[in-house]
């Protein structure tokens, strides 16, 4: 059973430019969790998703980011404009089924953003 | 809003000794998880040991075990018989109804010869 799966592993932008994130729950997970984590700190939720639904953007910044899980497809976390301070590395999670807080939630390797 | 916290950002053991991680959060929902995730240099995320916030019954995986207080609002984390590959940040994280994870801060683990 494969695991999380995230794409690409590293990225670079130039500032202005757009950042795609692509991420493929495991097989049998309907909810998709993405994180956002800066240099020297720890893990900061940014969006909960499931299939065609956003559940919880609580964490989302209001501008120039946005979040998608399609019917088919992978999860997708935009970011526009690209800006130095959005260098981060972003983690997707899964978990499996309705009632997710009591499920665990599985990473997946991150995608390191670089802006230059 | 719920927070965690962990009040060592570093600490260190050595080879094949005991070594207790803390960790503390604030909650008033009486229904919640906790969970330490392990972050090598990979920085992959790996789930270490997880804690049902209704059972008394302390969750143990092998070498880690927790001591879980509910009333102190306090989940260390033990690792017993540390060995070189336990070297790692590690994180405590709670996820409540709304089903998100709050991290802490962190605590980097050194393991010494």
């Known amino acids: 059973n494969a695991g999380v799966m995230q794409n690409p592993r590293h990225l670079v932008r130039r500032r202005g430019q757009e950042a795609r994130l692509r991420c493929s729950p495991m097989k049998g997970h309907s909810h998709v969790y993405w994180y956002r984590q800066l240099p020297e700190e720890g893990l900061k939720f940014m969006v909960y998703?499931?299939?065609?639904?956003?559940?919880?953007e609580s964490g989302m910044p209001k501008e120039r980011f946005s979040a998608e899980f399609p019917k088919e497809g992978p999860s997708i976390l935009r970011i526009q404009q690209v800006v130095r301070g959005d260098s981060a590395a972003y983690f997707c999670?899964?978990?499996?089924?309705?009632?997710?807080?009591?499920?665990?939630?599985?990473f997946g390797p991150g995608t390191r953003l670089t802006v230059l | 809003a719920q927070t965690v916290t962990q009040s060592q950002p570093e600490m260190s053991v050595q080879e094949a000794e005991t070594v207790t991680l803390s960790c503390t959060y604030d909650?008033?929902?009486?229904?919640?998880?906790l969970f330490w995730y392990k972050q090598p240099p990979s920085r992959q995320m790996i789930l270490v040991i997880r804690?049902?916030?209704?059972?008394?019954q302390n969750a143990t995986e092998n070498r880690f075990s927790v001591n879980f207080q509910k009333a102190a609002k306090s989940f260390s984390l033990k690792i017993s018989d540390s060995q070189l590959g336990d070297a790692a940040m590690y994180f405590c994280a709670y996820a409540g109804t709304a089903s998100k994870l709050t991290f802490g801060t962190g605590t980097r683990l050194q393991v010494t010869l």
């Open positions: 804690q049902e916030a209704y059972k008394q």
């Open positions: 999670a899964s978990s499996p089924s309705p009632g997710a807080f009591t499920d665990t939630q599985y």
């Open positions: 909650t008033s929902e009486s229904d919640y998880y």
């Open positions: 998703l499931q299939k065609e639904n956003i559940i919880d």
